[in-house]
């Protein structure tokens, strides 16, 4: 979004919960500040409406939405083109603001939602990259429940909307992009799983109304969105140029499978072109792909602003009406901004676009509110009505985003004997970092104003005695504190140094150009870490990898934590981690990279795909060469997990048609076509223990390296499970293949090959060799 945290009111924060308790149990019927929702068709204040097609629900969505457009004059349609939506009050059609944010919890981002007394906060769960670090679909989706559930009763009492542009399912190409924290990471099987996940959550309604909608979701920025503003170079003006392999292979699976198979009701396309084309202006990306071939049952809105950008930044058109004229061609629906109100109607006079482009666009919109309710009448008639106060910031709600947290906490070293500390032999823990007594950074961006907040000191010291330094005045750590925090370390039984970023380095409108620890931070852990009596744990709070090598490599340091953005419970689930009341089992979304990686790598090129002939090693863990600090995957555990391969086929045969070429050619590929993939998967079964002594959860991995045809992934996720398993026990987990899904690459010219050959299946470190053949 543009500028979006610049135009985030500020909210104060609430430490205290108590103000909170005392507001719900004000005996007044309305708590004070609290006021109506939102709705049209009010039959009960004006009877009149209820002659109106558009306002009786036993009619079918397309004839009440045919209905209220015929009604319109142009000036009407058009006002219903921009997210600040206008109201008509002879067809009793009040104002609706579009524009709110619920990225991980409801926020005070956008116009739309505003926190008040009457709700002072709202459960501020992970940042997404910790969340997505889980690897646990039921999470995604519980997460989504309780939000969607938060937003509805937040609308209840005036002060949320309906509609909400989250999630952000961009890949996380570069660990520069200060975005990639709100991401699923850089696999996309994980993002598209994510997002499917937390679009049902936030959407799905508890009567079986399947086209109904609890809230409406949107994935956004559509597409090859992942540079913010890196070295002189902005989202603004950049022109993504991607390979159509890249493409259908990495950037585009998540939106499909947002749209296919999360049924979200928006796609958001973004300010960057794409092969020298505005994503909001091309009608290829927009009717042909998300609506024509994923079939969008909803609509297409625009990053706010972007009309505007590919007019004035970009110089895209030479008028504005030309401008407003490509969005609405190309199949966008909804203006984040105000661009189709001012030039649509010239646009139409001057014969660029007619006004049936209005009517489509219009129809989708009111199609999605018609579908949550907006044109039903009194919200508190139905399905969610009675949902307020009492349903914000709920302890169940809150000890979710604790439970978050903790799965998601990735444990990347850990020397015997160091952790879990036991809370009774420590005595003393020295605590040190500037992230170490932080509030406000745990909860990344798009936050909303949490219910209370843990920070990292706090949930340390309800365990042990501790005694704390900063050792720095902030993250960018111009100077540190070294001498006062090697003193606290000296007499220290254990000492914790949390360091990191926060969104000061990275964030909106801002890329890093190193990737180390910020300022002299490096300097402040090596120091304390010398002089340290006990063991030394590093956490690193931040949405992108860091070059920790140094601490990697030290043998004083003796474990490493990363945490990303843990949310508002997140210092009580670090100490639940380092304590043992919890075995960690979070594993690394994205790559870590040595600095070296992007000293030479630009963040500008988009080849996922290495090129030796120019010393370009790729990207992410499917493409990239070179070294790492740590591995997409990584994440140990207090205890060990022993993978047994009890059911896979060695052959896999493809049925072809009497007289294809393939069976006089020697082919290394097959087209994915019906005929082929019909009934074409087989079970893979493993047996997984665990060894330790202490229960804990364990995420088995999938992964398959395809025959070296048409640049394939040197490897890639087919799937994931999360299993809980209790101290000595195993269980049977269960992967169905899909030879067409699952074993296909994507071509040169972005087709799906069903690839011949030898493939060969990893999990942990079990390999399993298959031949595909016809």
């Known amino acids: 979004m543009a500028s979006a945290q610049n135009r985030a009111p500020k909210v104060p924060v609430l430490l205290c919960f108590s103000i909170y308790f005392a507001l719900l149990s004000l005996s007044c019927s309305r708590v004070c500040g609290q006021s109506s929702p939102v709705f049209a068709c009010d039959v009960g204040s004006n009877p009149a409406l209820a002659s109106f097609g558009f306002c009786n629900t036993s009619l079918g969505i397309n004839l009440r939405v045919g209905d209220l457009v015929k009604r319109l004059t142009l000036q009407e349609k058009i006002s219903f083109l921009v997210n ?224 505007d950008v590919y007019y004035n930044s970009q110089h895209y058109t030479k008028t504005p009406e030309e401008a407003a004229a490509k969005a609405l061609l190309a199949g966008l629906d909804l203006d984040c901004g105000s661009f189709l109100g001012k030039y649509t109607e010239g646009a139409i006079k001057g014969g660029l676009v007619d006004e049936a482009a209005v009517d489509k666009a219009i129809s989708n919109n009111f199609a999605t509110l018609m579908r949550l309710g907006f044109f039903d009448g009194d919200p508190s008639k139905q399905l969610y009505g009675k949902l307020g106060p009492k349903d914000v910031c709920t302890p169940e709600h809150q000890e979710l985003a604790r439970e978050a947290a903790r799965q998601g906490i990735v444990l990347l070293k850990n020397s015997p004997g160091s952790l879990p500390l036991s809370p009774t032999a420590i005595k003393s823990l020295a605590v ?103 063991p030394v744990i590093l956490v690193i709070m931040s949405g992108g990898g860091m070059d920790v090598s140094f601490a990697k490599n030290d043998s004083k340091i003796t474990s490493i934590l990363w945490v990303g953005y843990p949310g508002e419970a997140g210092g009580a689930a670090i100490a639940d981690v380092i304590f043992g009341y919890f075995n960690p089992s979070g594993r690394l979304p994205m790559t870590w990279y040595p600095q070296s990686y992007v000293d030479k790598v630009p963040m500008t090129n988009m080849n996922m795909r290495p090129d030796p002939s120019k010393g370009y090693p790729g990207r992410t863990y499917r493409f990239y060469t070179g070294e790492t600090v740590y591995s997409f995957g990584d994440g140990l555990s207090y205890s060990s997990f022993n993978h047994h391969l009890a059911q896979a086929p060695k052959l896999v045969s493809i049925p072809l048609e009497e007289g294809h070429v393939c069976h006089s050619l020697r082919c290394k590929s097959l087209d994915v076509v019906e005929q082929h993939c019909q009934n074409l998967g087989f079970d893979i079964h493993l047996r997984v223990k665990n060894m330790g002594k202490m229960g804990g959860s364990h995420t088995v991995f999938l992964f398959s390296s395809p025959p070296s045809i048409h640049n394939s992934p040197q490897k890639h996720l087919l799937g994931f499970e999360k299993v809980v398993l209790t101290a000595q026990t195993e269980t049977m987990v269960r992967f169905k293949v899909d030879v067409c899904k699952d074993l296909s690459v994507v071509d040169e010219h972005g087709n799906r090959k069903i690839a011949l050959g030898q493939h060969v299946l990893h999990v942990g470190s079990l390999k399993h060799s298959l031949n595909v053949r016809i």
């Open 84 to 307: 600040t939506a206008g109201s008509v009050s002879r067809l009793g059609v009040p104002k609706y603001e579009w524009w709110s944010e619920a990225l991980h919890g409801v926020s005070y981002v956008g116009p739309g939602t505003k926190f008040s007394n009457a709700v002072p906060g709202a459960t501020s769960f992970p940042q997404v990259i910790l969340t997505a670090a889980t690897f646990n679909t039921s999470l995604f989706q519980a997460i989504g429940r309780v939000v969607s559930t938060e937003a509805r009763a937040m609308y209840n009492v005036g002060l949320a909307g309906l509609t909400y542009w989250s999630p952000n399912i961009n890949i996380f190409r570069d660990p520069r992009w200060g975005r990639g924290q709100e991401t699923p990471g850089e696999d996309p099987l994980l993002s598209s799983k994510y997002g499917a996940g937390y679009v049902k959550g936030l959407q799905q309604r508890d009567d079986g109304d399947t086209n109904g909608l609890k809230v409406a979701a949107c994935c956004k920025h559509y597409t090859a969105y992942d540079l913010d503003n890196w070295k002189g170079t902005d989202r603004y003006h950049f022109n993504a140029v991607v390979s159509q392999q890249d493409l259908d292979d990495t950037f585009q699976p998540p939106f499909k499978s947002c749209v296919i198979d999360g049924n979200v009701a928006s796609v958001m396309c973004s300010y960057n072109q794409v092969n020298g084309k505005p994503t909001c202006a091309d009608p290829d990306l927009l009717a042909g792909v998300i609506r024509g071939e994923w079939k969008l049952n909803g609509y297409i809105v625009s990053d706010c602003d972007s009309i």
């Open 432 to 534: 040190i970092g500037p992230n170490a007594n932080v509030t406000k950074t745990m909860i990344g961006n798009y936050e909303g104003t949490p219910c209370k907040y843990t920070t990292p000191l706090q949930g340390l010291t309800a365990s042990v005695a501790t005694s704390y330094q900063a050792g720095c005045s902030n993250v960018a750590c111009g100077t540190a504190q070294v001498d006062d925090a090697k003193k606290i370390a000296a007499t220290a039984d254990a000492t914790v140094l949390i360091m990191g970023a926060d969104l000061s380095i990275e964030a909106e409108s801002r890329d890093r150009v190193d990737i180390t620890l910020p300022g002299q931070q490096q300097l402040l852990v090596t120091e304390v870490t010398k002089v340290a009596m006990g």
